[in-house]
Antibody, heavy 127, light 109 residues
Framework: QLQLQESGPGLVKPSETLSLTCTVSGGSISSTTYYWGWIRQPPGKGLEWIGNVYYTGSTYYNPSLKSRVTISVDTSKNQFSLKLSSVTAADTAMYYC???????????????????WGQGTLVTVSS | EIVLTQSPGTLSLSPGERATLSCRASQSVSSSYLAWYQQKPGQAPRLLIYGASSRATGIPDRFSGSGSETDFTLTISRLEPEDSAVYYCQQYGSSGGFTFGPGTKVDIK
């Protein structure tokens, strides 16, 4: 059974960089079928997509966060990571990692629905 | 960027009743690339429907999805107490970008 587990600091200071890692077990992050993604949810609010990464390192980011986000993959460790720079209190949220299926079009192979999710990790931005 | 609007914001129904949740897109969603998720308090979201109408593995057949282009619907045919949750729609397009709707809360009386 596939499992995803987020890890990283639960408290980050304003203006610093938030760093989280998602460890995948029960499956290979190097599969050509799947993308891997990050989603966040501020307390009491809805879901916000952050971005996706393919095992090759190819990425897609939310345009509203693109200037501050880096998502990378480490196939040797079966992990992928999120870095969000210059954080403010507005970045306080539950952060989820997830696996995305993919679909093929003439222009390429793209991520689709998230079928497996981690349990989430709460990150608070505060001094 | 495609914006998703969900209605109603909250739905309060009794067990056994039918729930109809709407998701409307600001522009056409290509090839019905739309998914629905269920989220219960303190839990991660769970995939219910993908491709607008395909049920995910293990999802009861009382959950069904329909629609195309800009109008999509999630129907729960016979509500059970455990269906109390927030339901989100999500679109994915050939640009590789995703958006989520704001959610519909379903309360079981």
């Amino acid at each position: 059974q596939l499992q995803l587990q987020e890890s990283g600091p639960g408290l980050v200071k304003p203006s610093e960089t938030l760093s989280l890692t998602c460890t995948v077990s029960g499956g290979s992050i190097s599969s050509t079928t799947y993308y891997w993604g990050w989603i966040r949810q501020p307390p009491g609010k809805g879901l916000e997509w952050i971005g996706n990464v393919y095992y090759t390192g190819s990425t897609y980011y939310n345009p509203s966060l693109k200037s501050r986000v880096t998502i990378s993959v480490d196939t040797s460790k079966n992990q992928f990571s999120l870095k969000l720079s210059s954080v403010t209190a507005a970045d306080t949220a539950m952060y989820y990692c997830a696996r995305a299926q993919g679909y093929l079009e003439r222009s390429g192979y793209f991520p689709s629905e998230f079928d497996y999710w981690g349990q989430g990790t709460l990150v608070t931005v505060s001094s | 960027e495609i914006v998703l609007t969900q209605s109603p914001g909250t739905l309060s129904l009794s067990p056994g009743e039918r729930a109809t949740l709407s998701c409307r897109a600001s522009q056409s969603v290509s090839s019905s690339y739309l998914a629905w998720y269920q989220q219960k308090p303190g839990q991660a979201p769970r995939l219910l429907i993908y491709g607008a109408s395909s049920r995910a593995t293990g999802i009861p057949d009382r959950f069904s999805g329909s629609g195309s282009e800009t109008d999509f619907t999630l129907t729960i045919s016979r509500l059970e107490p455990e269906d109390s949750a927030v339901y989100y729609c999500q679109q994915y397009g050939s640009s590789g970008g995703f958006t989520f709707g704001p959610g519909t809360k379903v309360d079981i009386k």
